[in-house]
């Protein structure tokens, strides 16, 4: 388990994004009640796969750190044909290991409501299943979409850490 220092310097050094950008999407969640707050330095609260899935779902959804906090909860009920919730089943990937070894890359469209996680085939090699995530209440927006992923990888990195 990692505290949040820890994850945030983490996901920036693997994404690129700045630690700054990182630390305001946590303030704002923290803010929101949707991440663990607590003490600092060794006082501070573990991060586990919630928080994990709740940062993945901020950084690919929201273009502005101040609208995190209304992204994660619009990404979260985006809903497969299987009925299945994306924030569900990105928090079932940041809770086993061997569920985010099969994932290669995630990407949210994000003024667009989408999302897709491309599975591994049986190889590894190459994408096997995509399974589709996409908001029935909200309409399709013309124009450029704009899309954020992350690399299975990256994922895999960020689960060791909080497992």
Not at 26 to 38: A, E
Not at 46 to 66: F, N, Q, Y
Not at 105 to 130: E, F
């Amino acid at each position: 388990m990692a505290h949040r220092t820890q994850l945030n310097t983490q996901i920036a050094n693997l994404t690129g994004i700045s630690k700054h950008t990182i630390d305001r999407i946590g303030v704002n969640l923290n803010k929101g009640g949707i991440l663990h707050s607590g003490g600092r330095g060794r006082h501070a609260p573990d991060m586990g796969p919630e928080d994990l899935k709740t940062i993945i779902l901020a950084m690919l959804g929201s273009e502005s750190t101040g609208k995190v906090f209304q992204t994660v909860f619009k990404l979260h009920g985006l809903q497969s044909k299987e009925n299945q919730n994306f924030g569900d089943v990105l928090l079932d990937i940041c809770s086993d290991i061997d569920k985010t070894s099969q994932v290669m890359q995630i990407s949210v469209l994000r003024n667009y409501p989408q999302a897709t996680i491309y599975w591994k085939d049986a190889s590894g090699a190459r994408i096997g299943k995509m399974q589709d995530f996409k908001s029935i209440s909200e309409q399709e927006q013309p124009g450029m979409r704009v899309i954020a992923s992350l690399s299975g990888t990256v994922l895999l990195e960020l689960v060791k850490l909080v497992l």
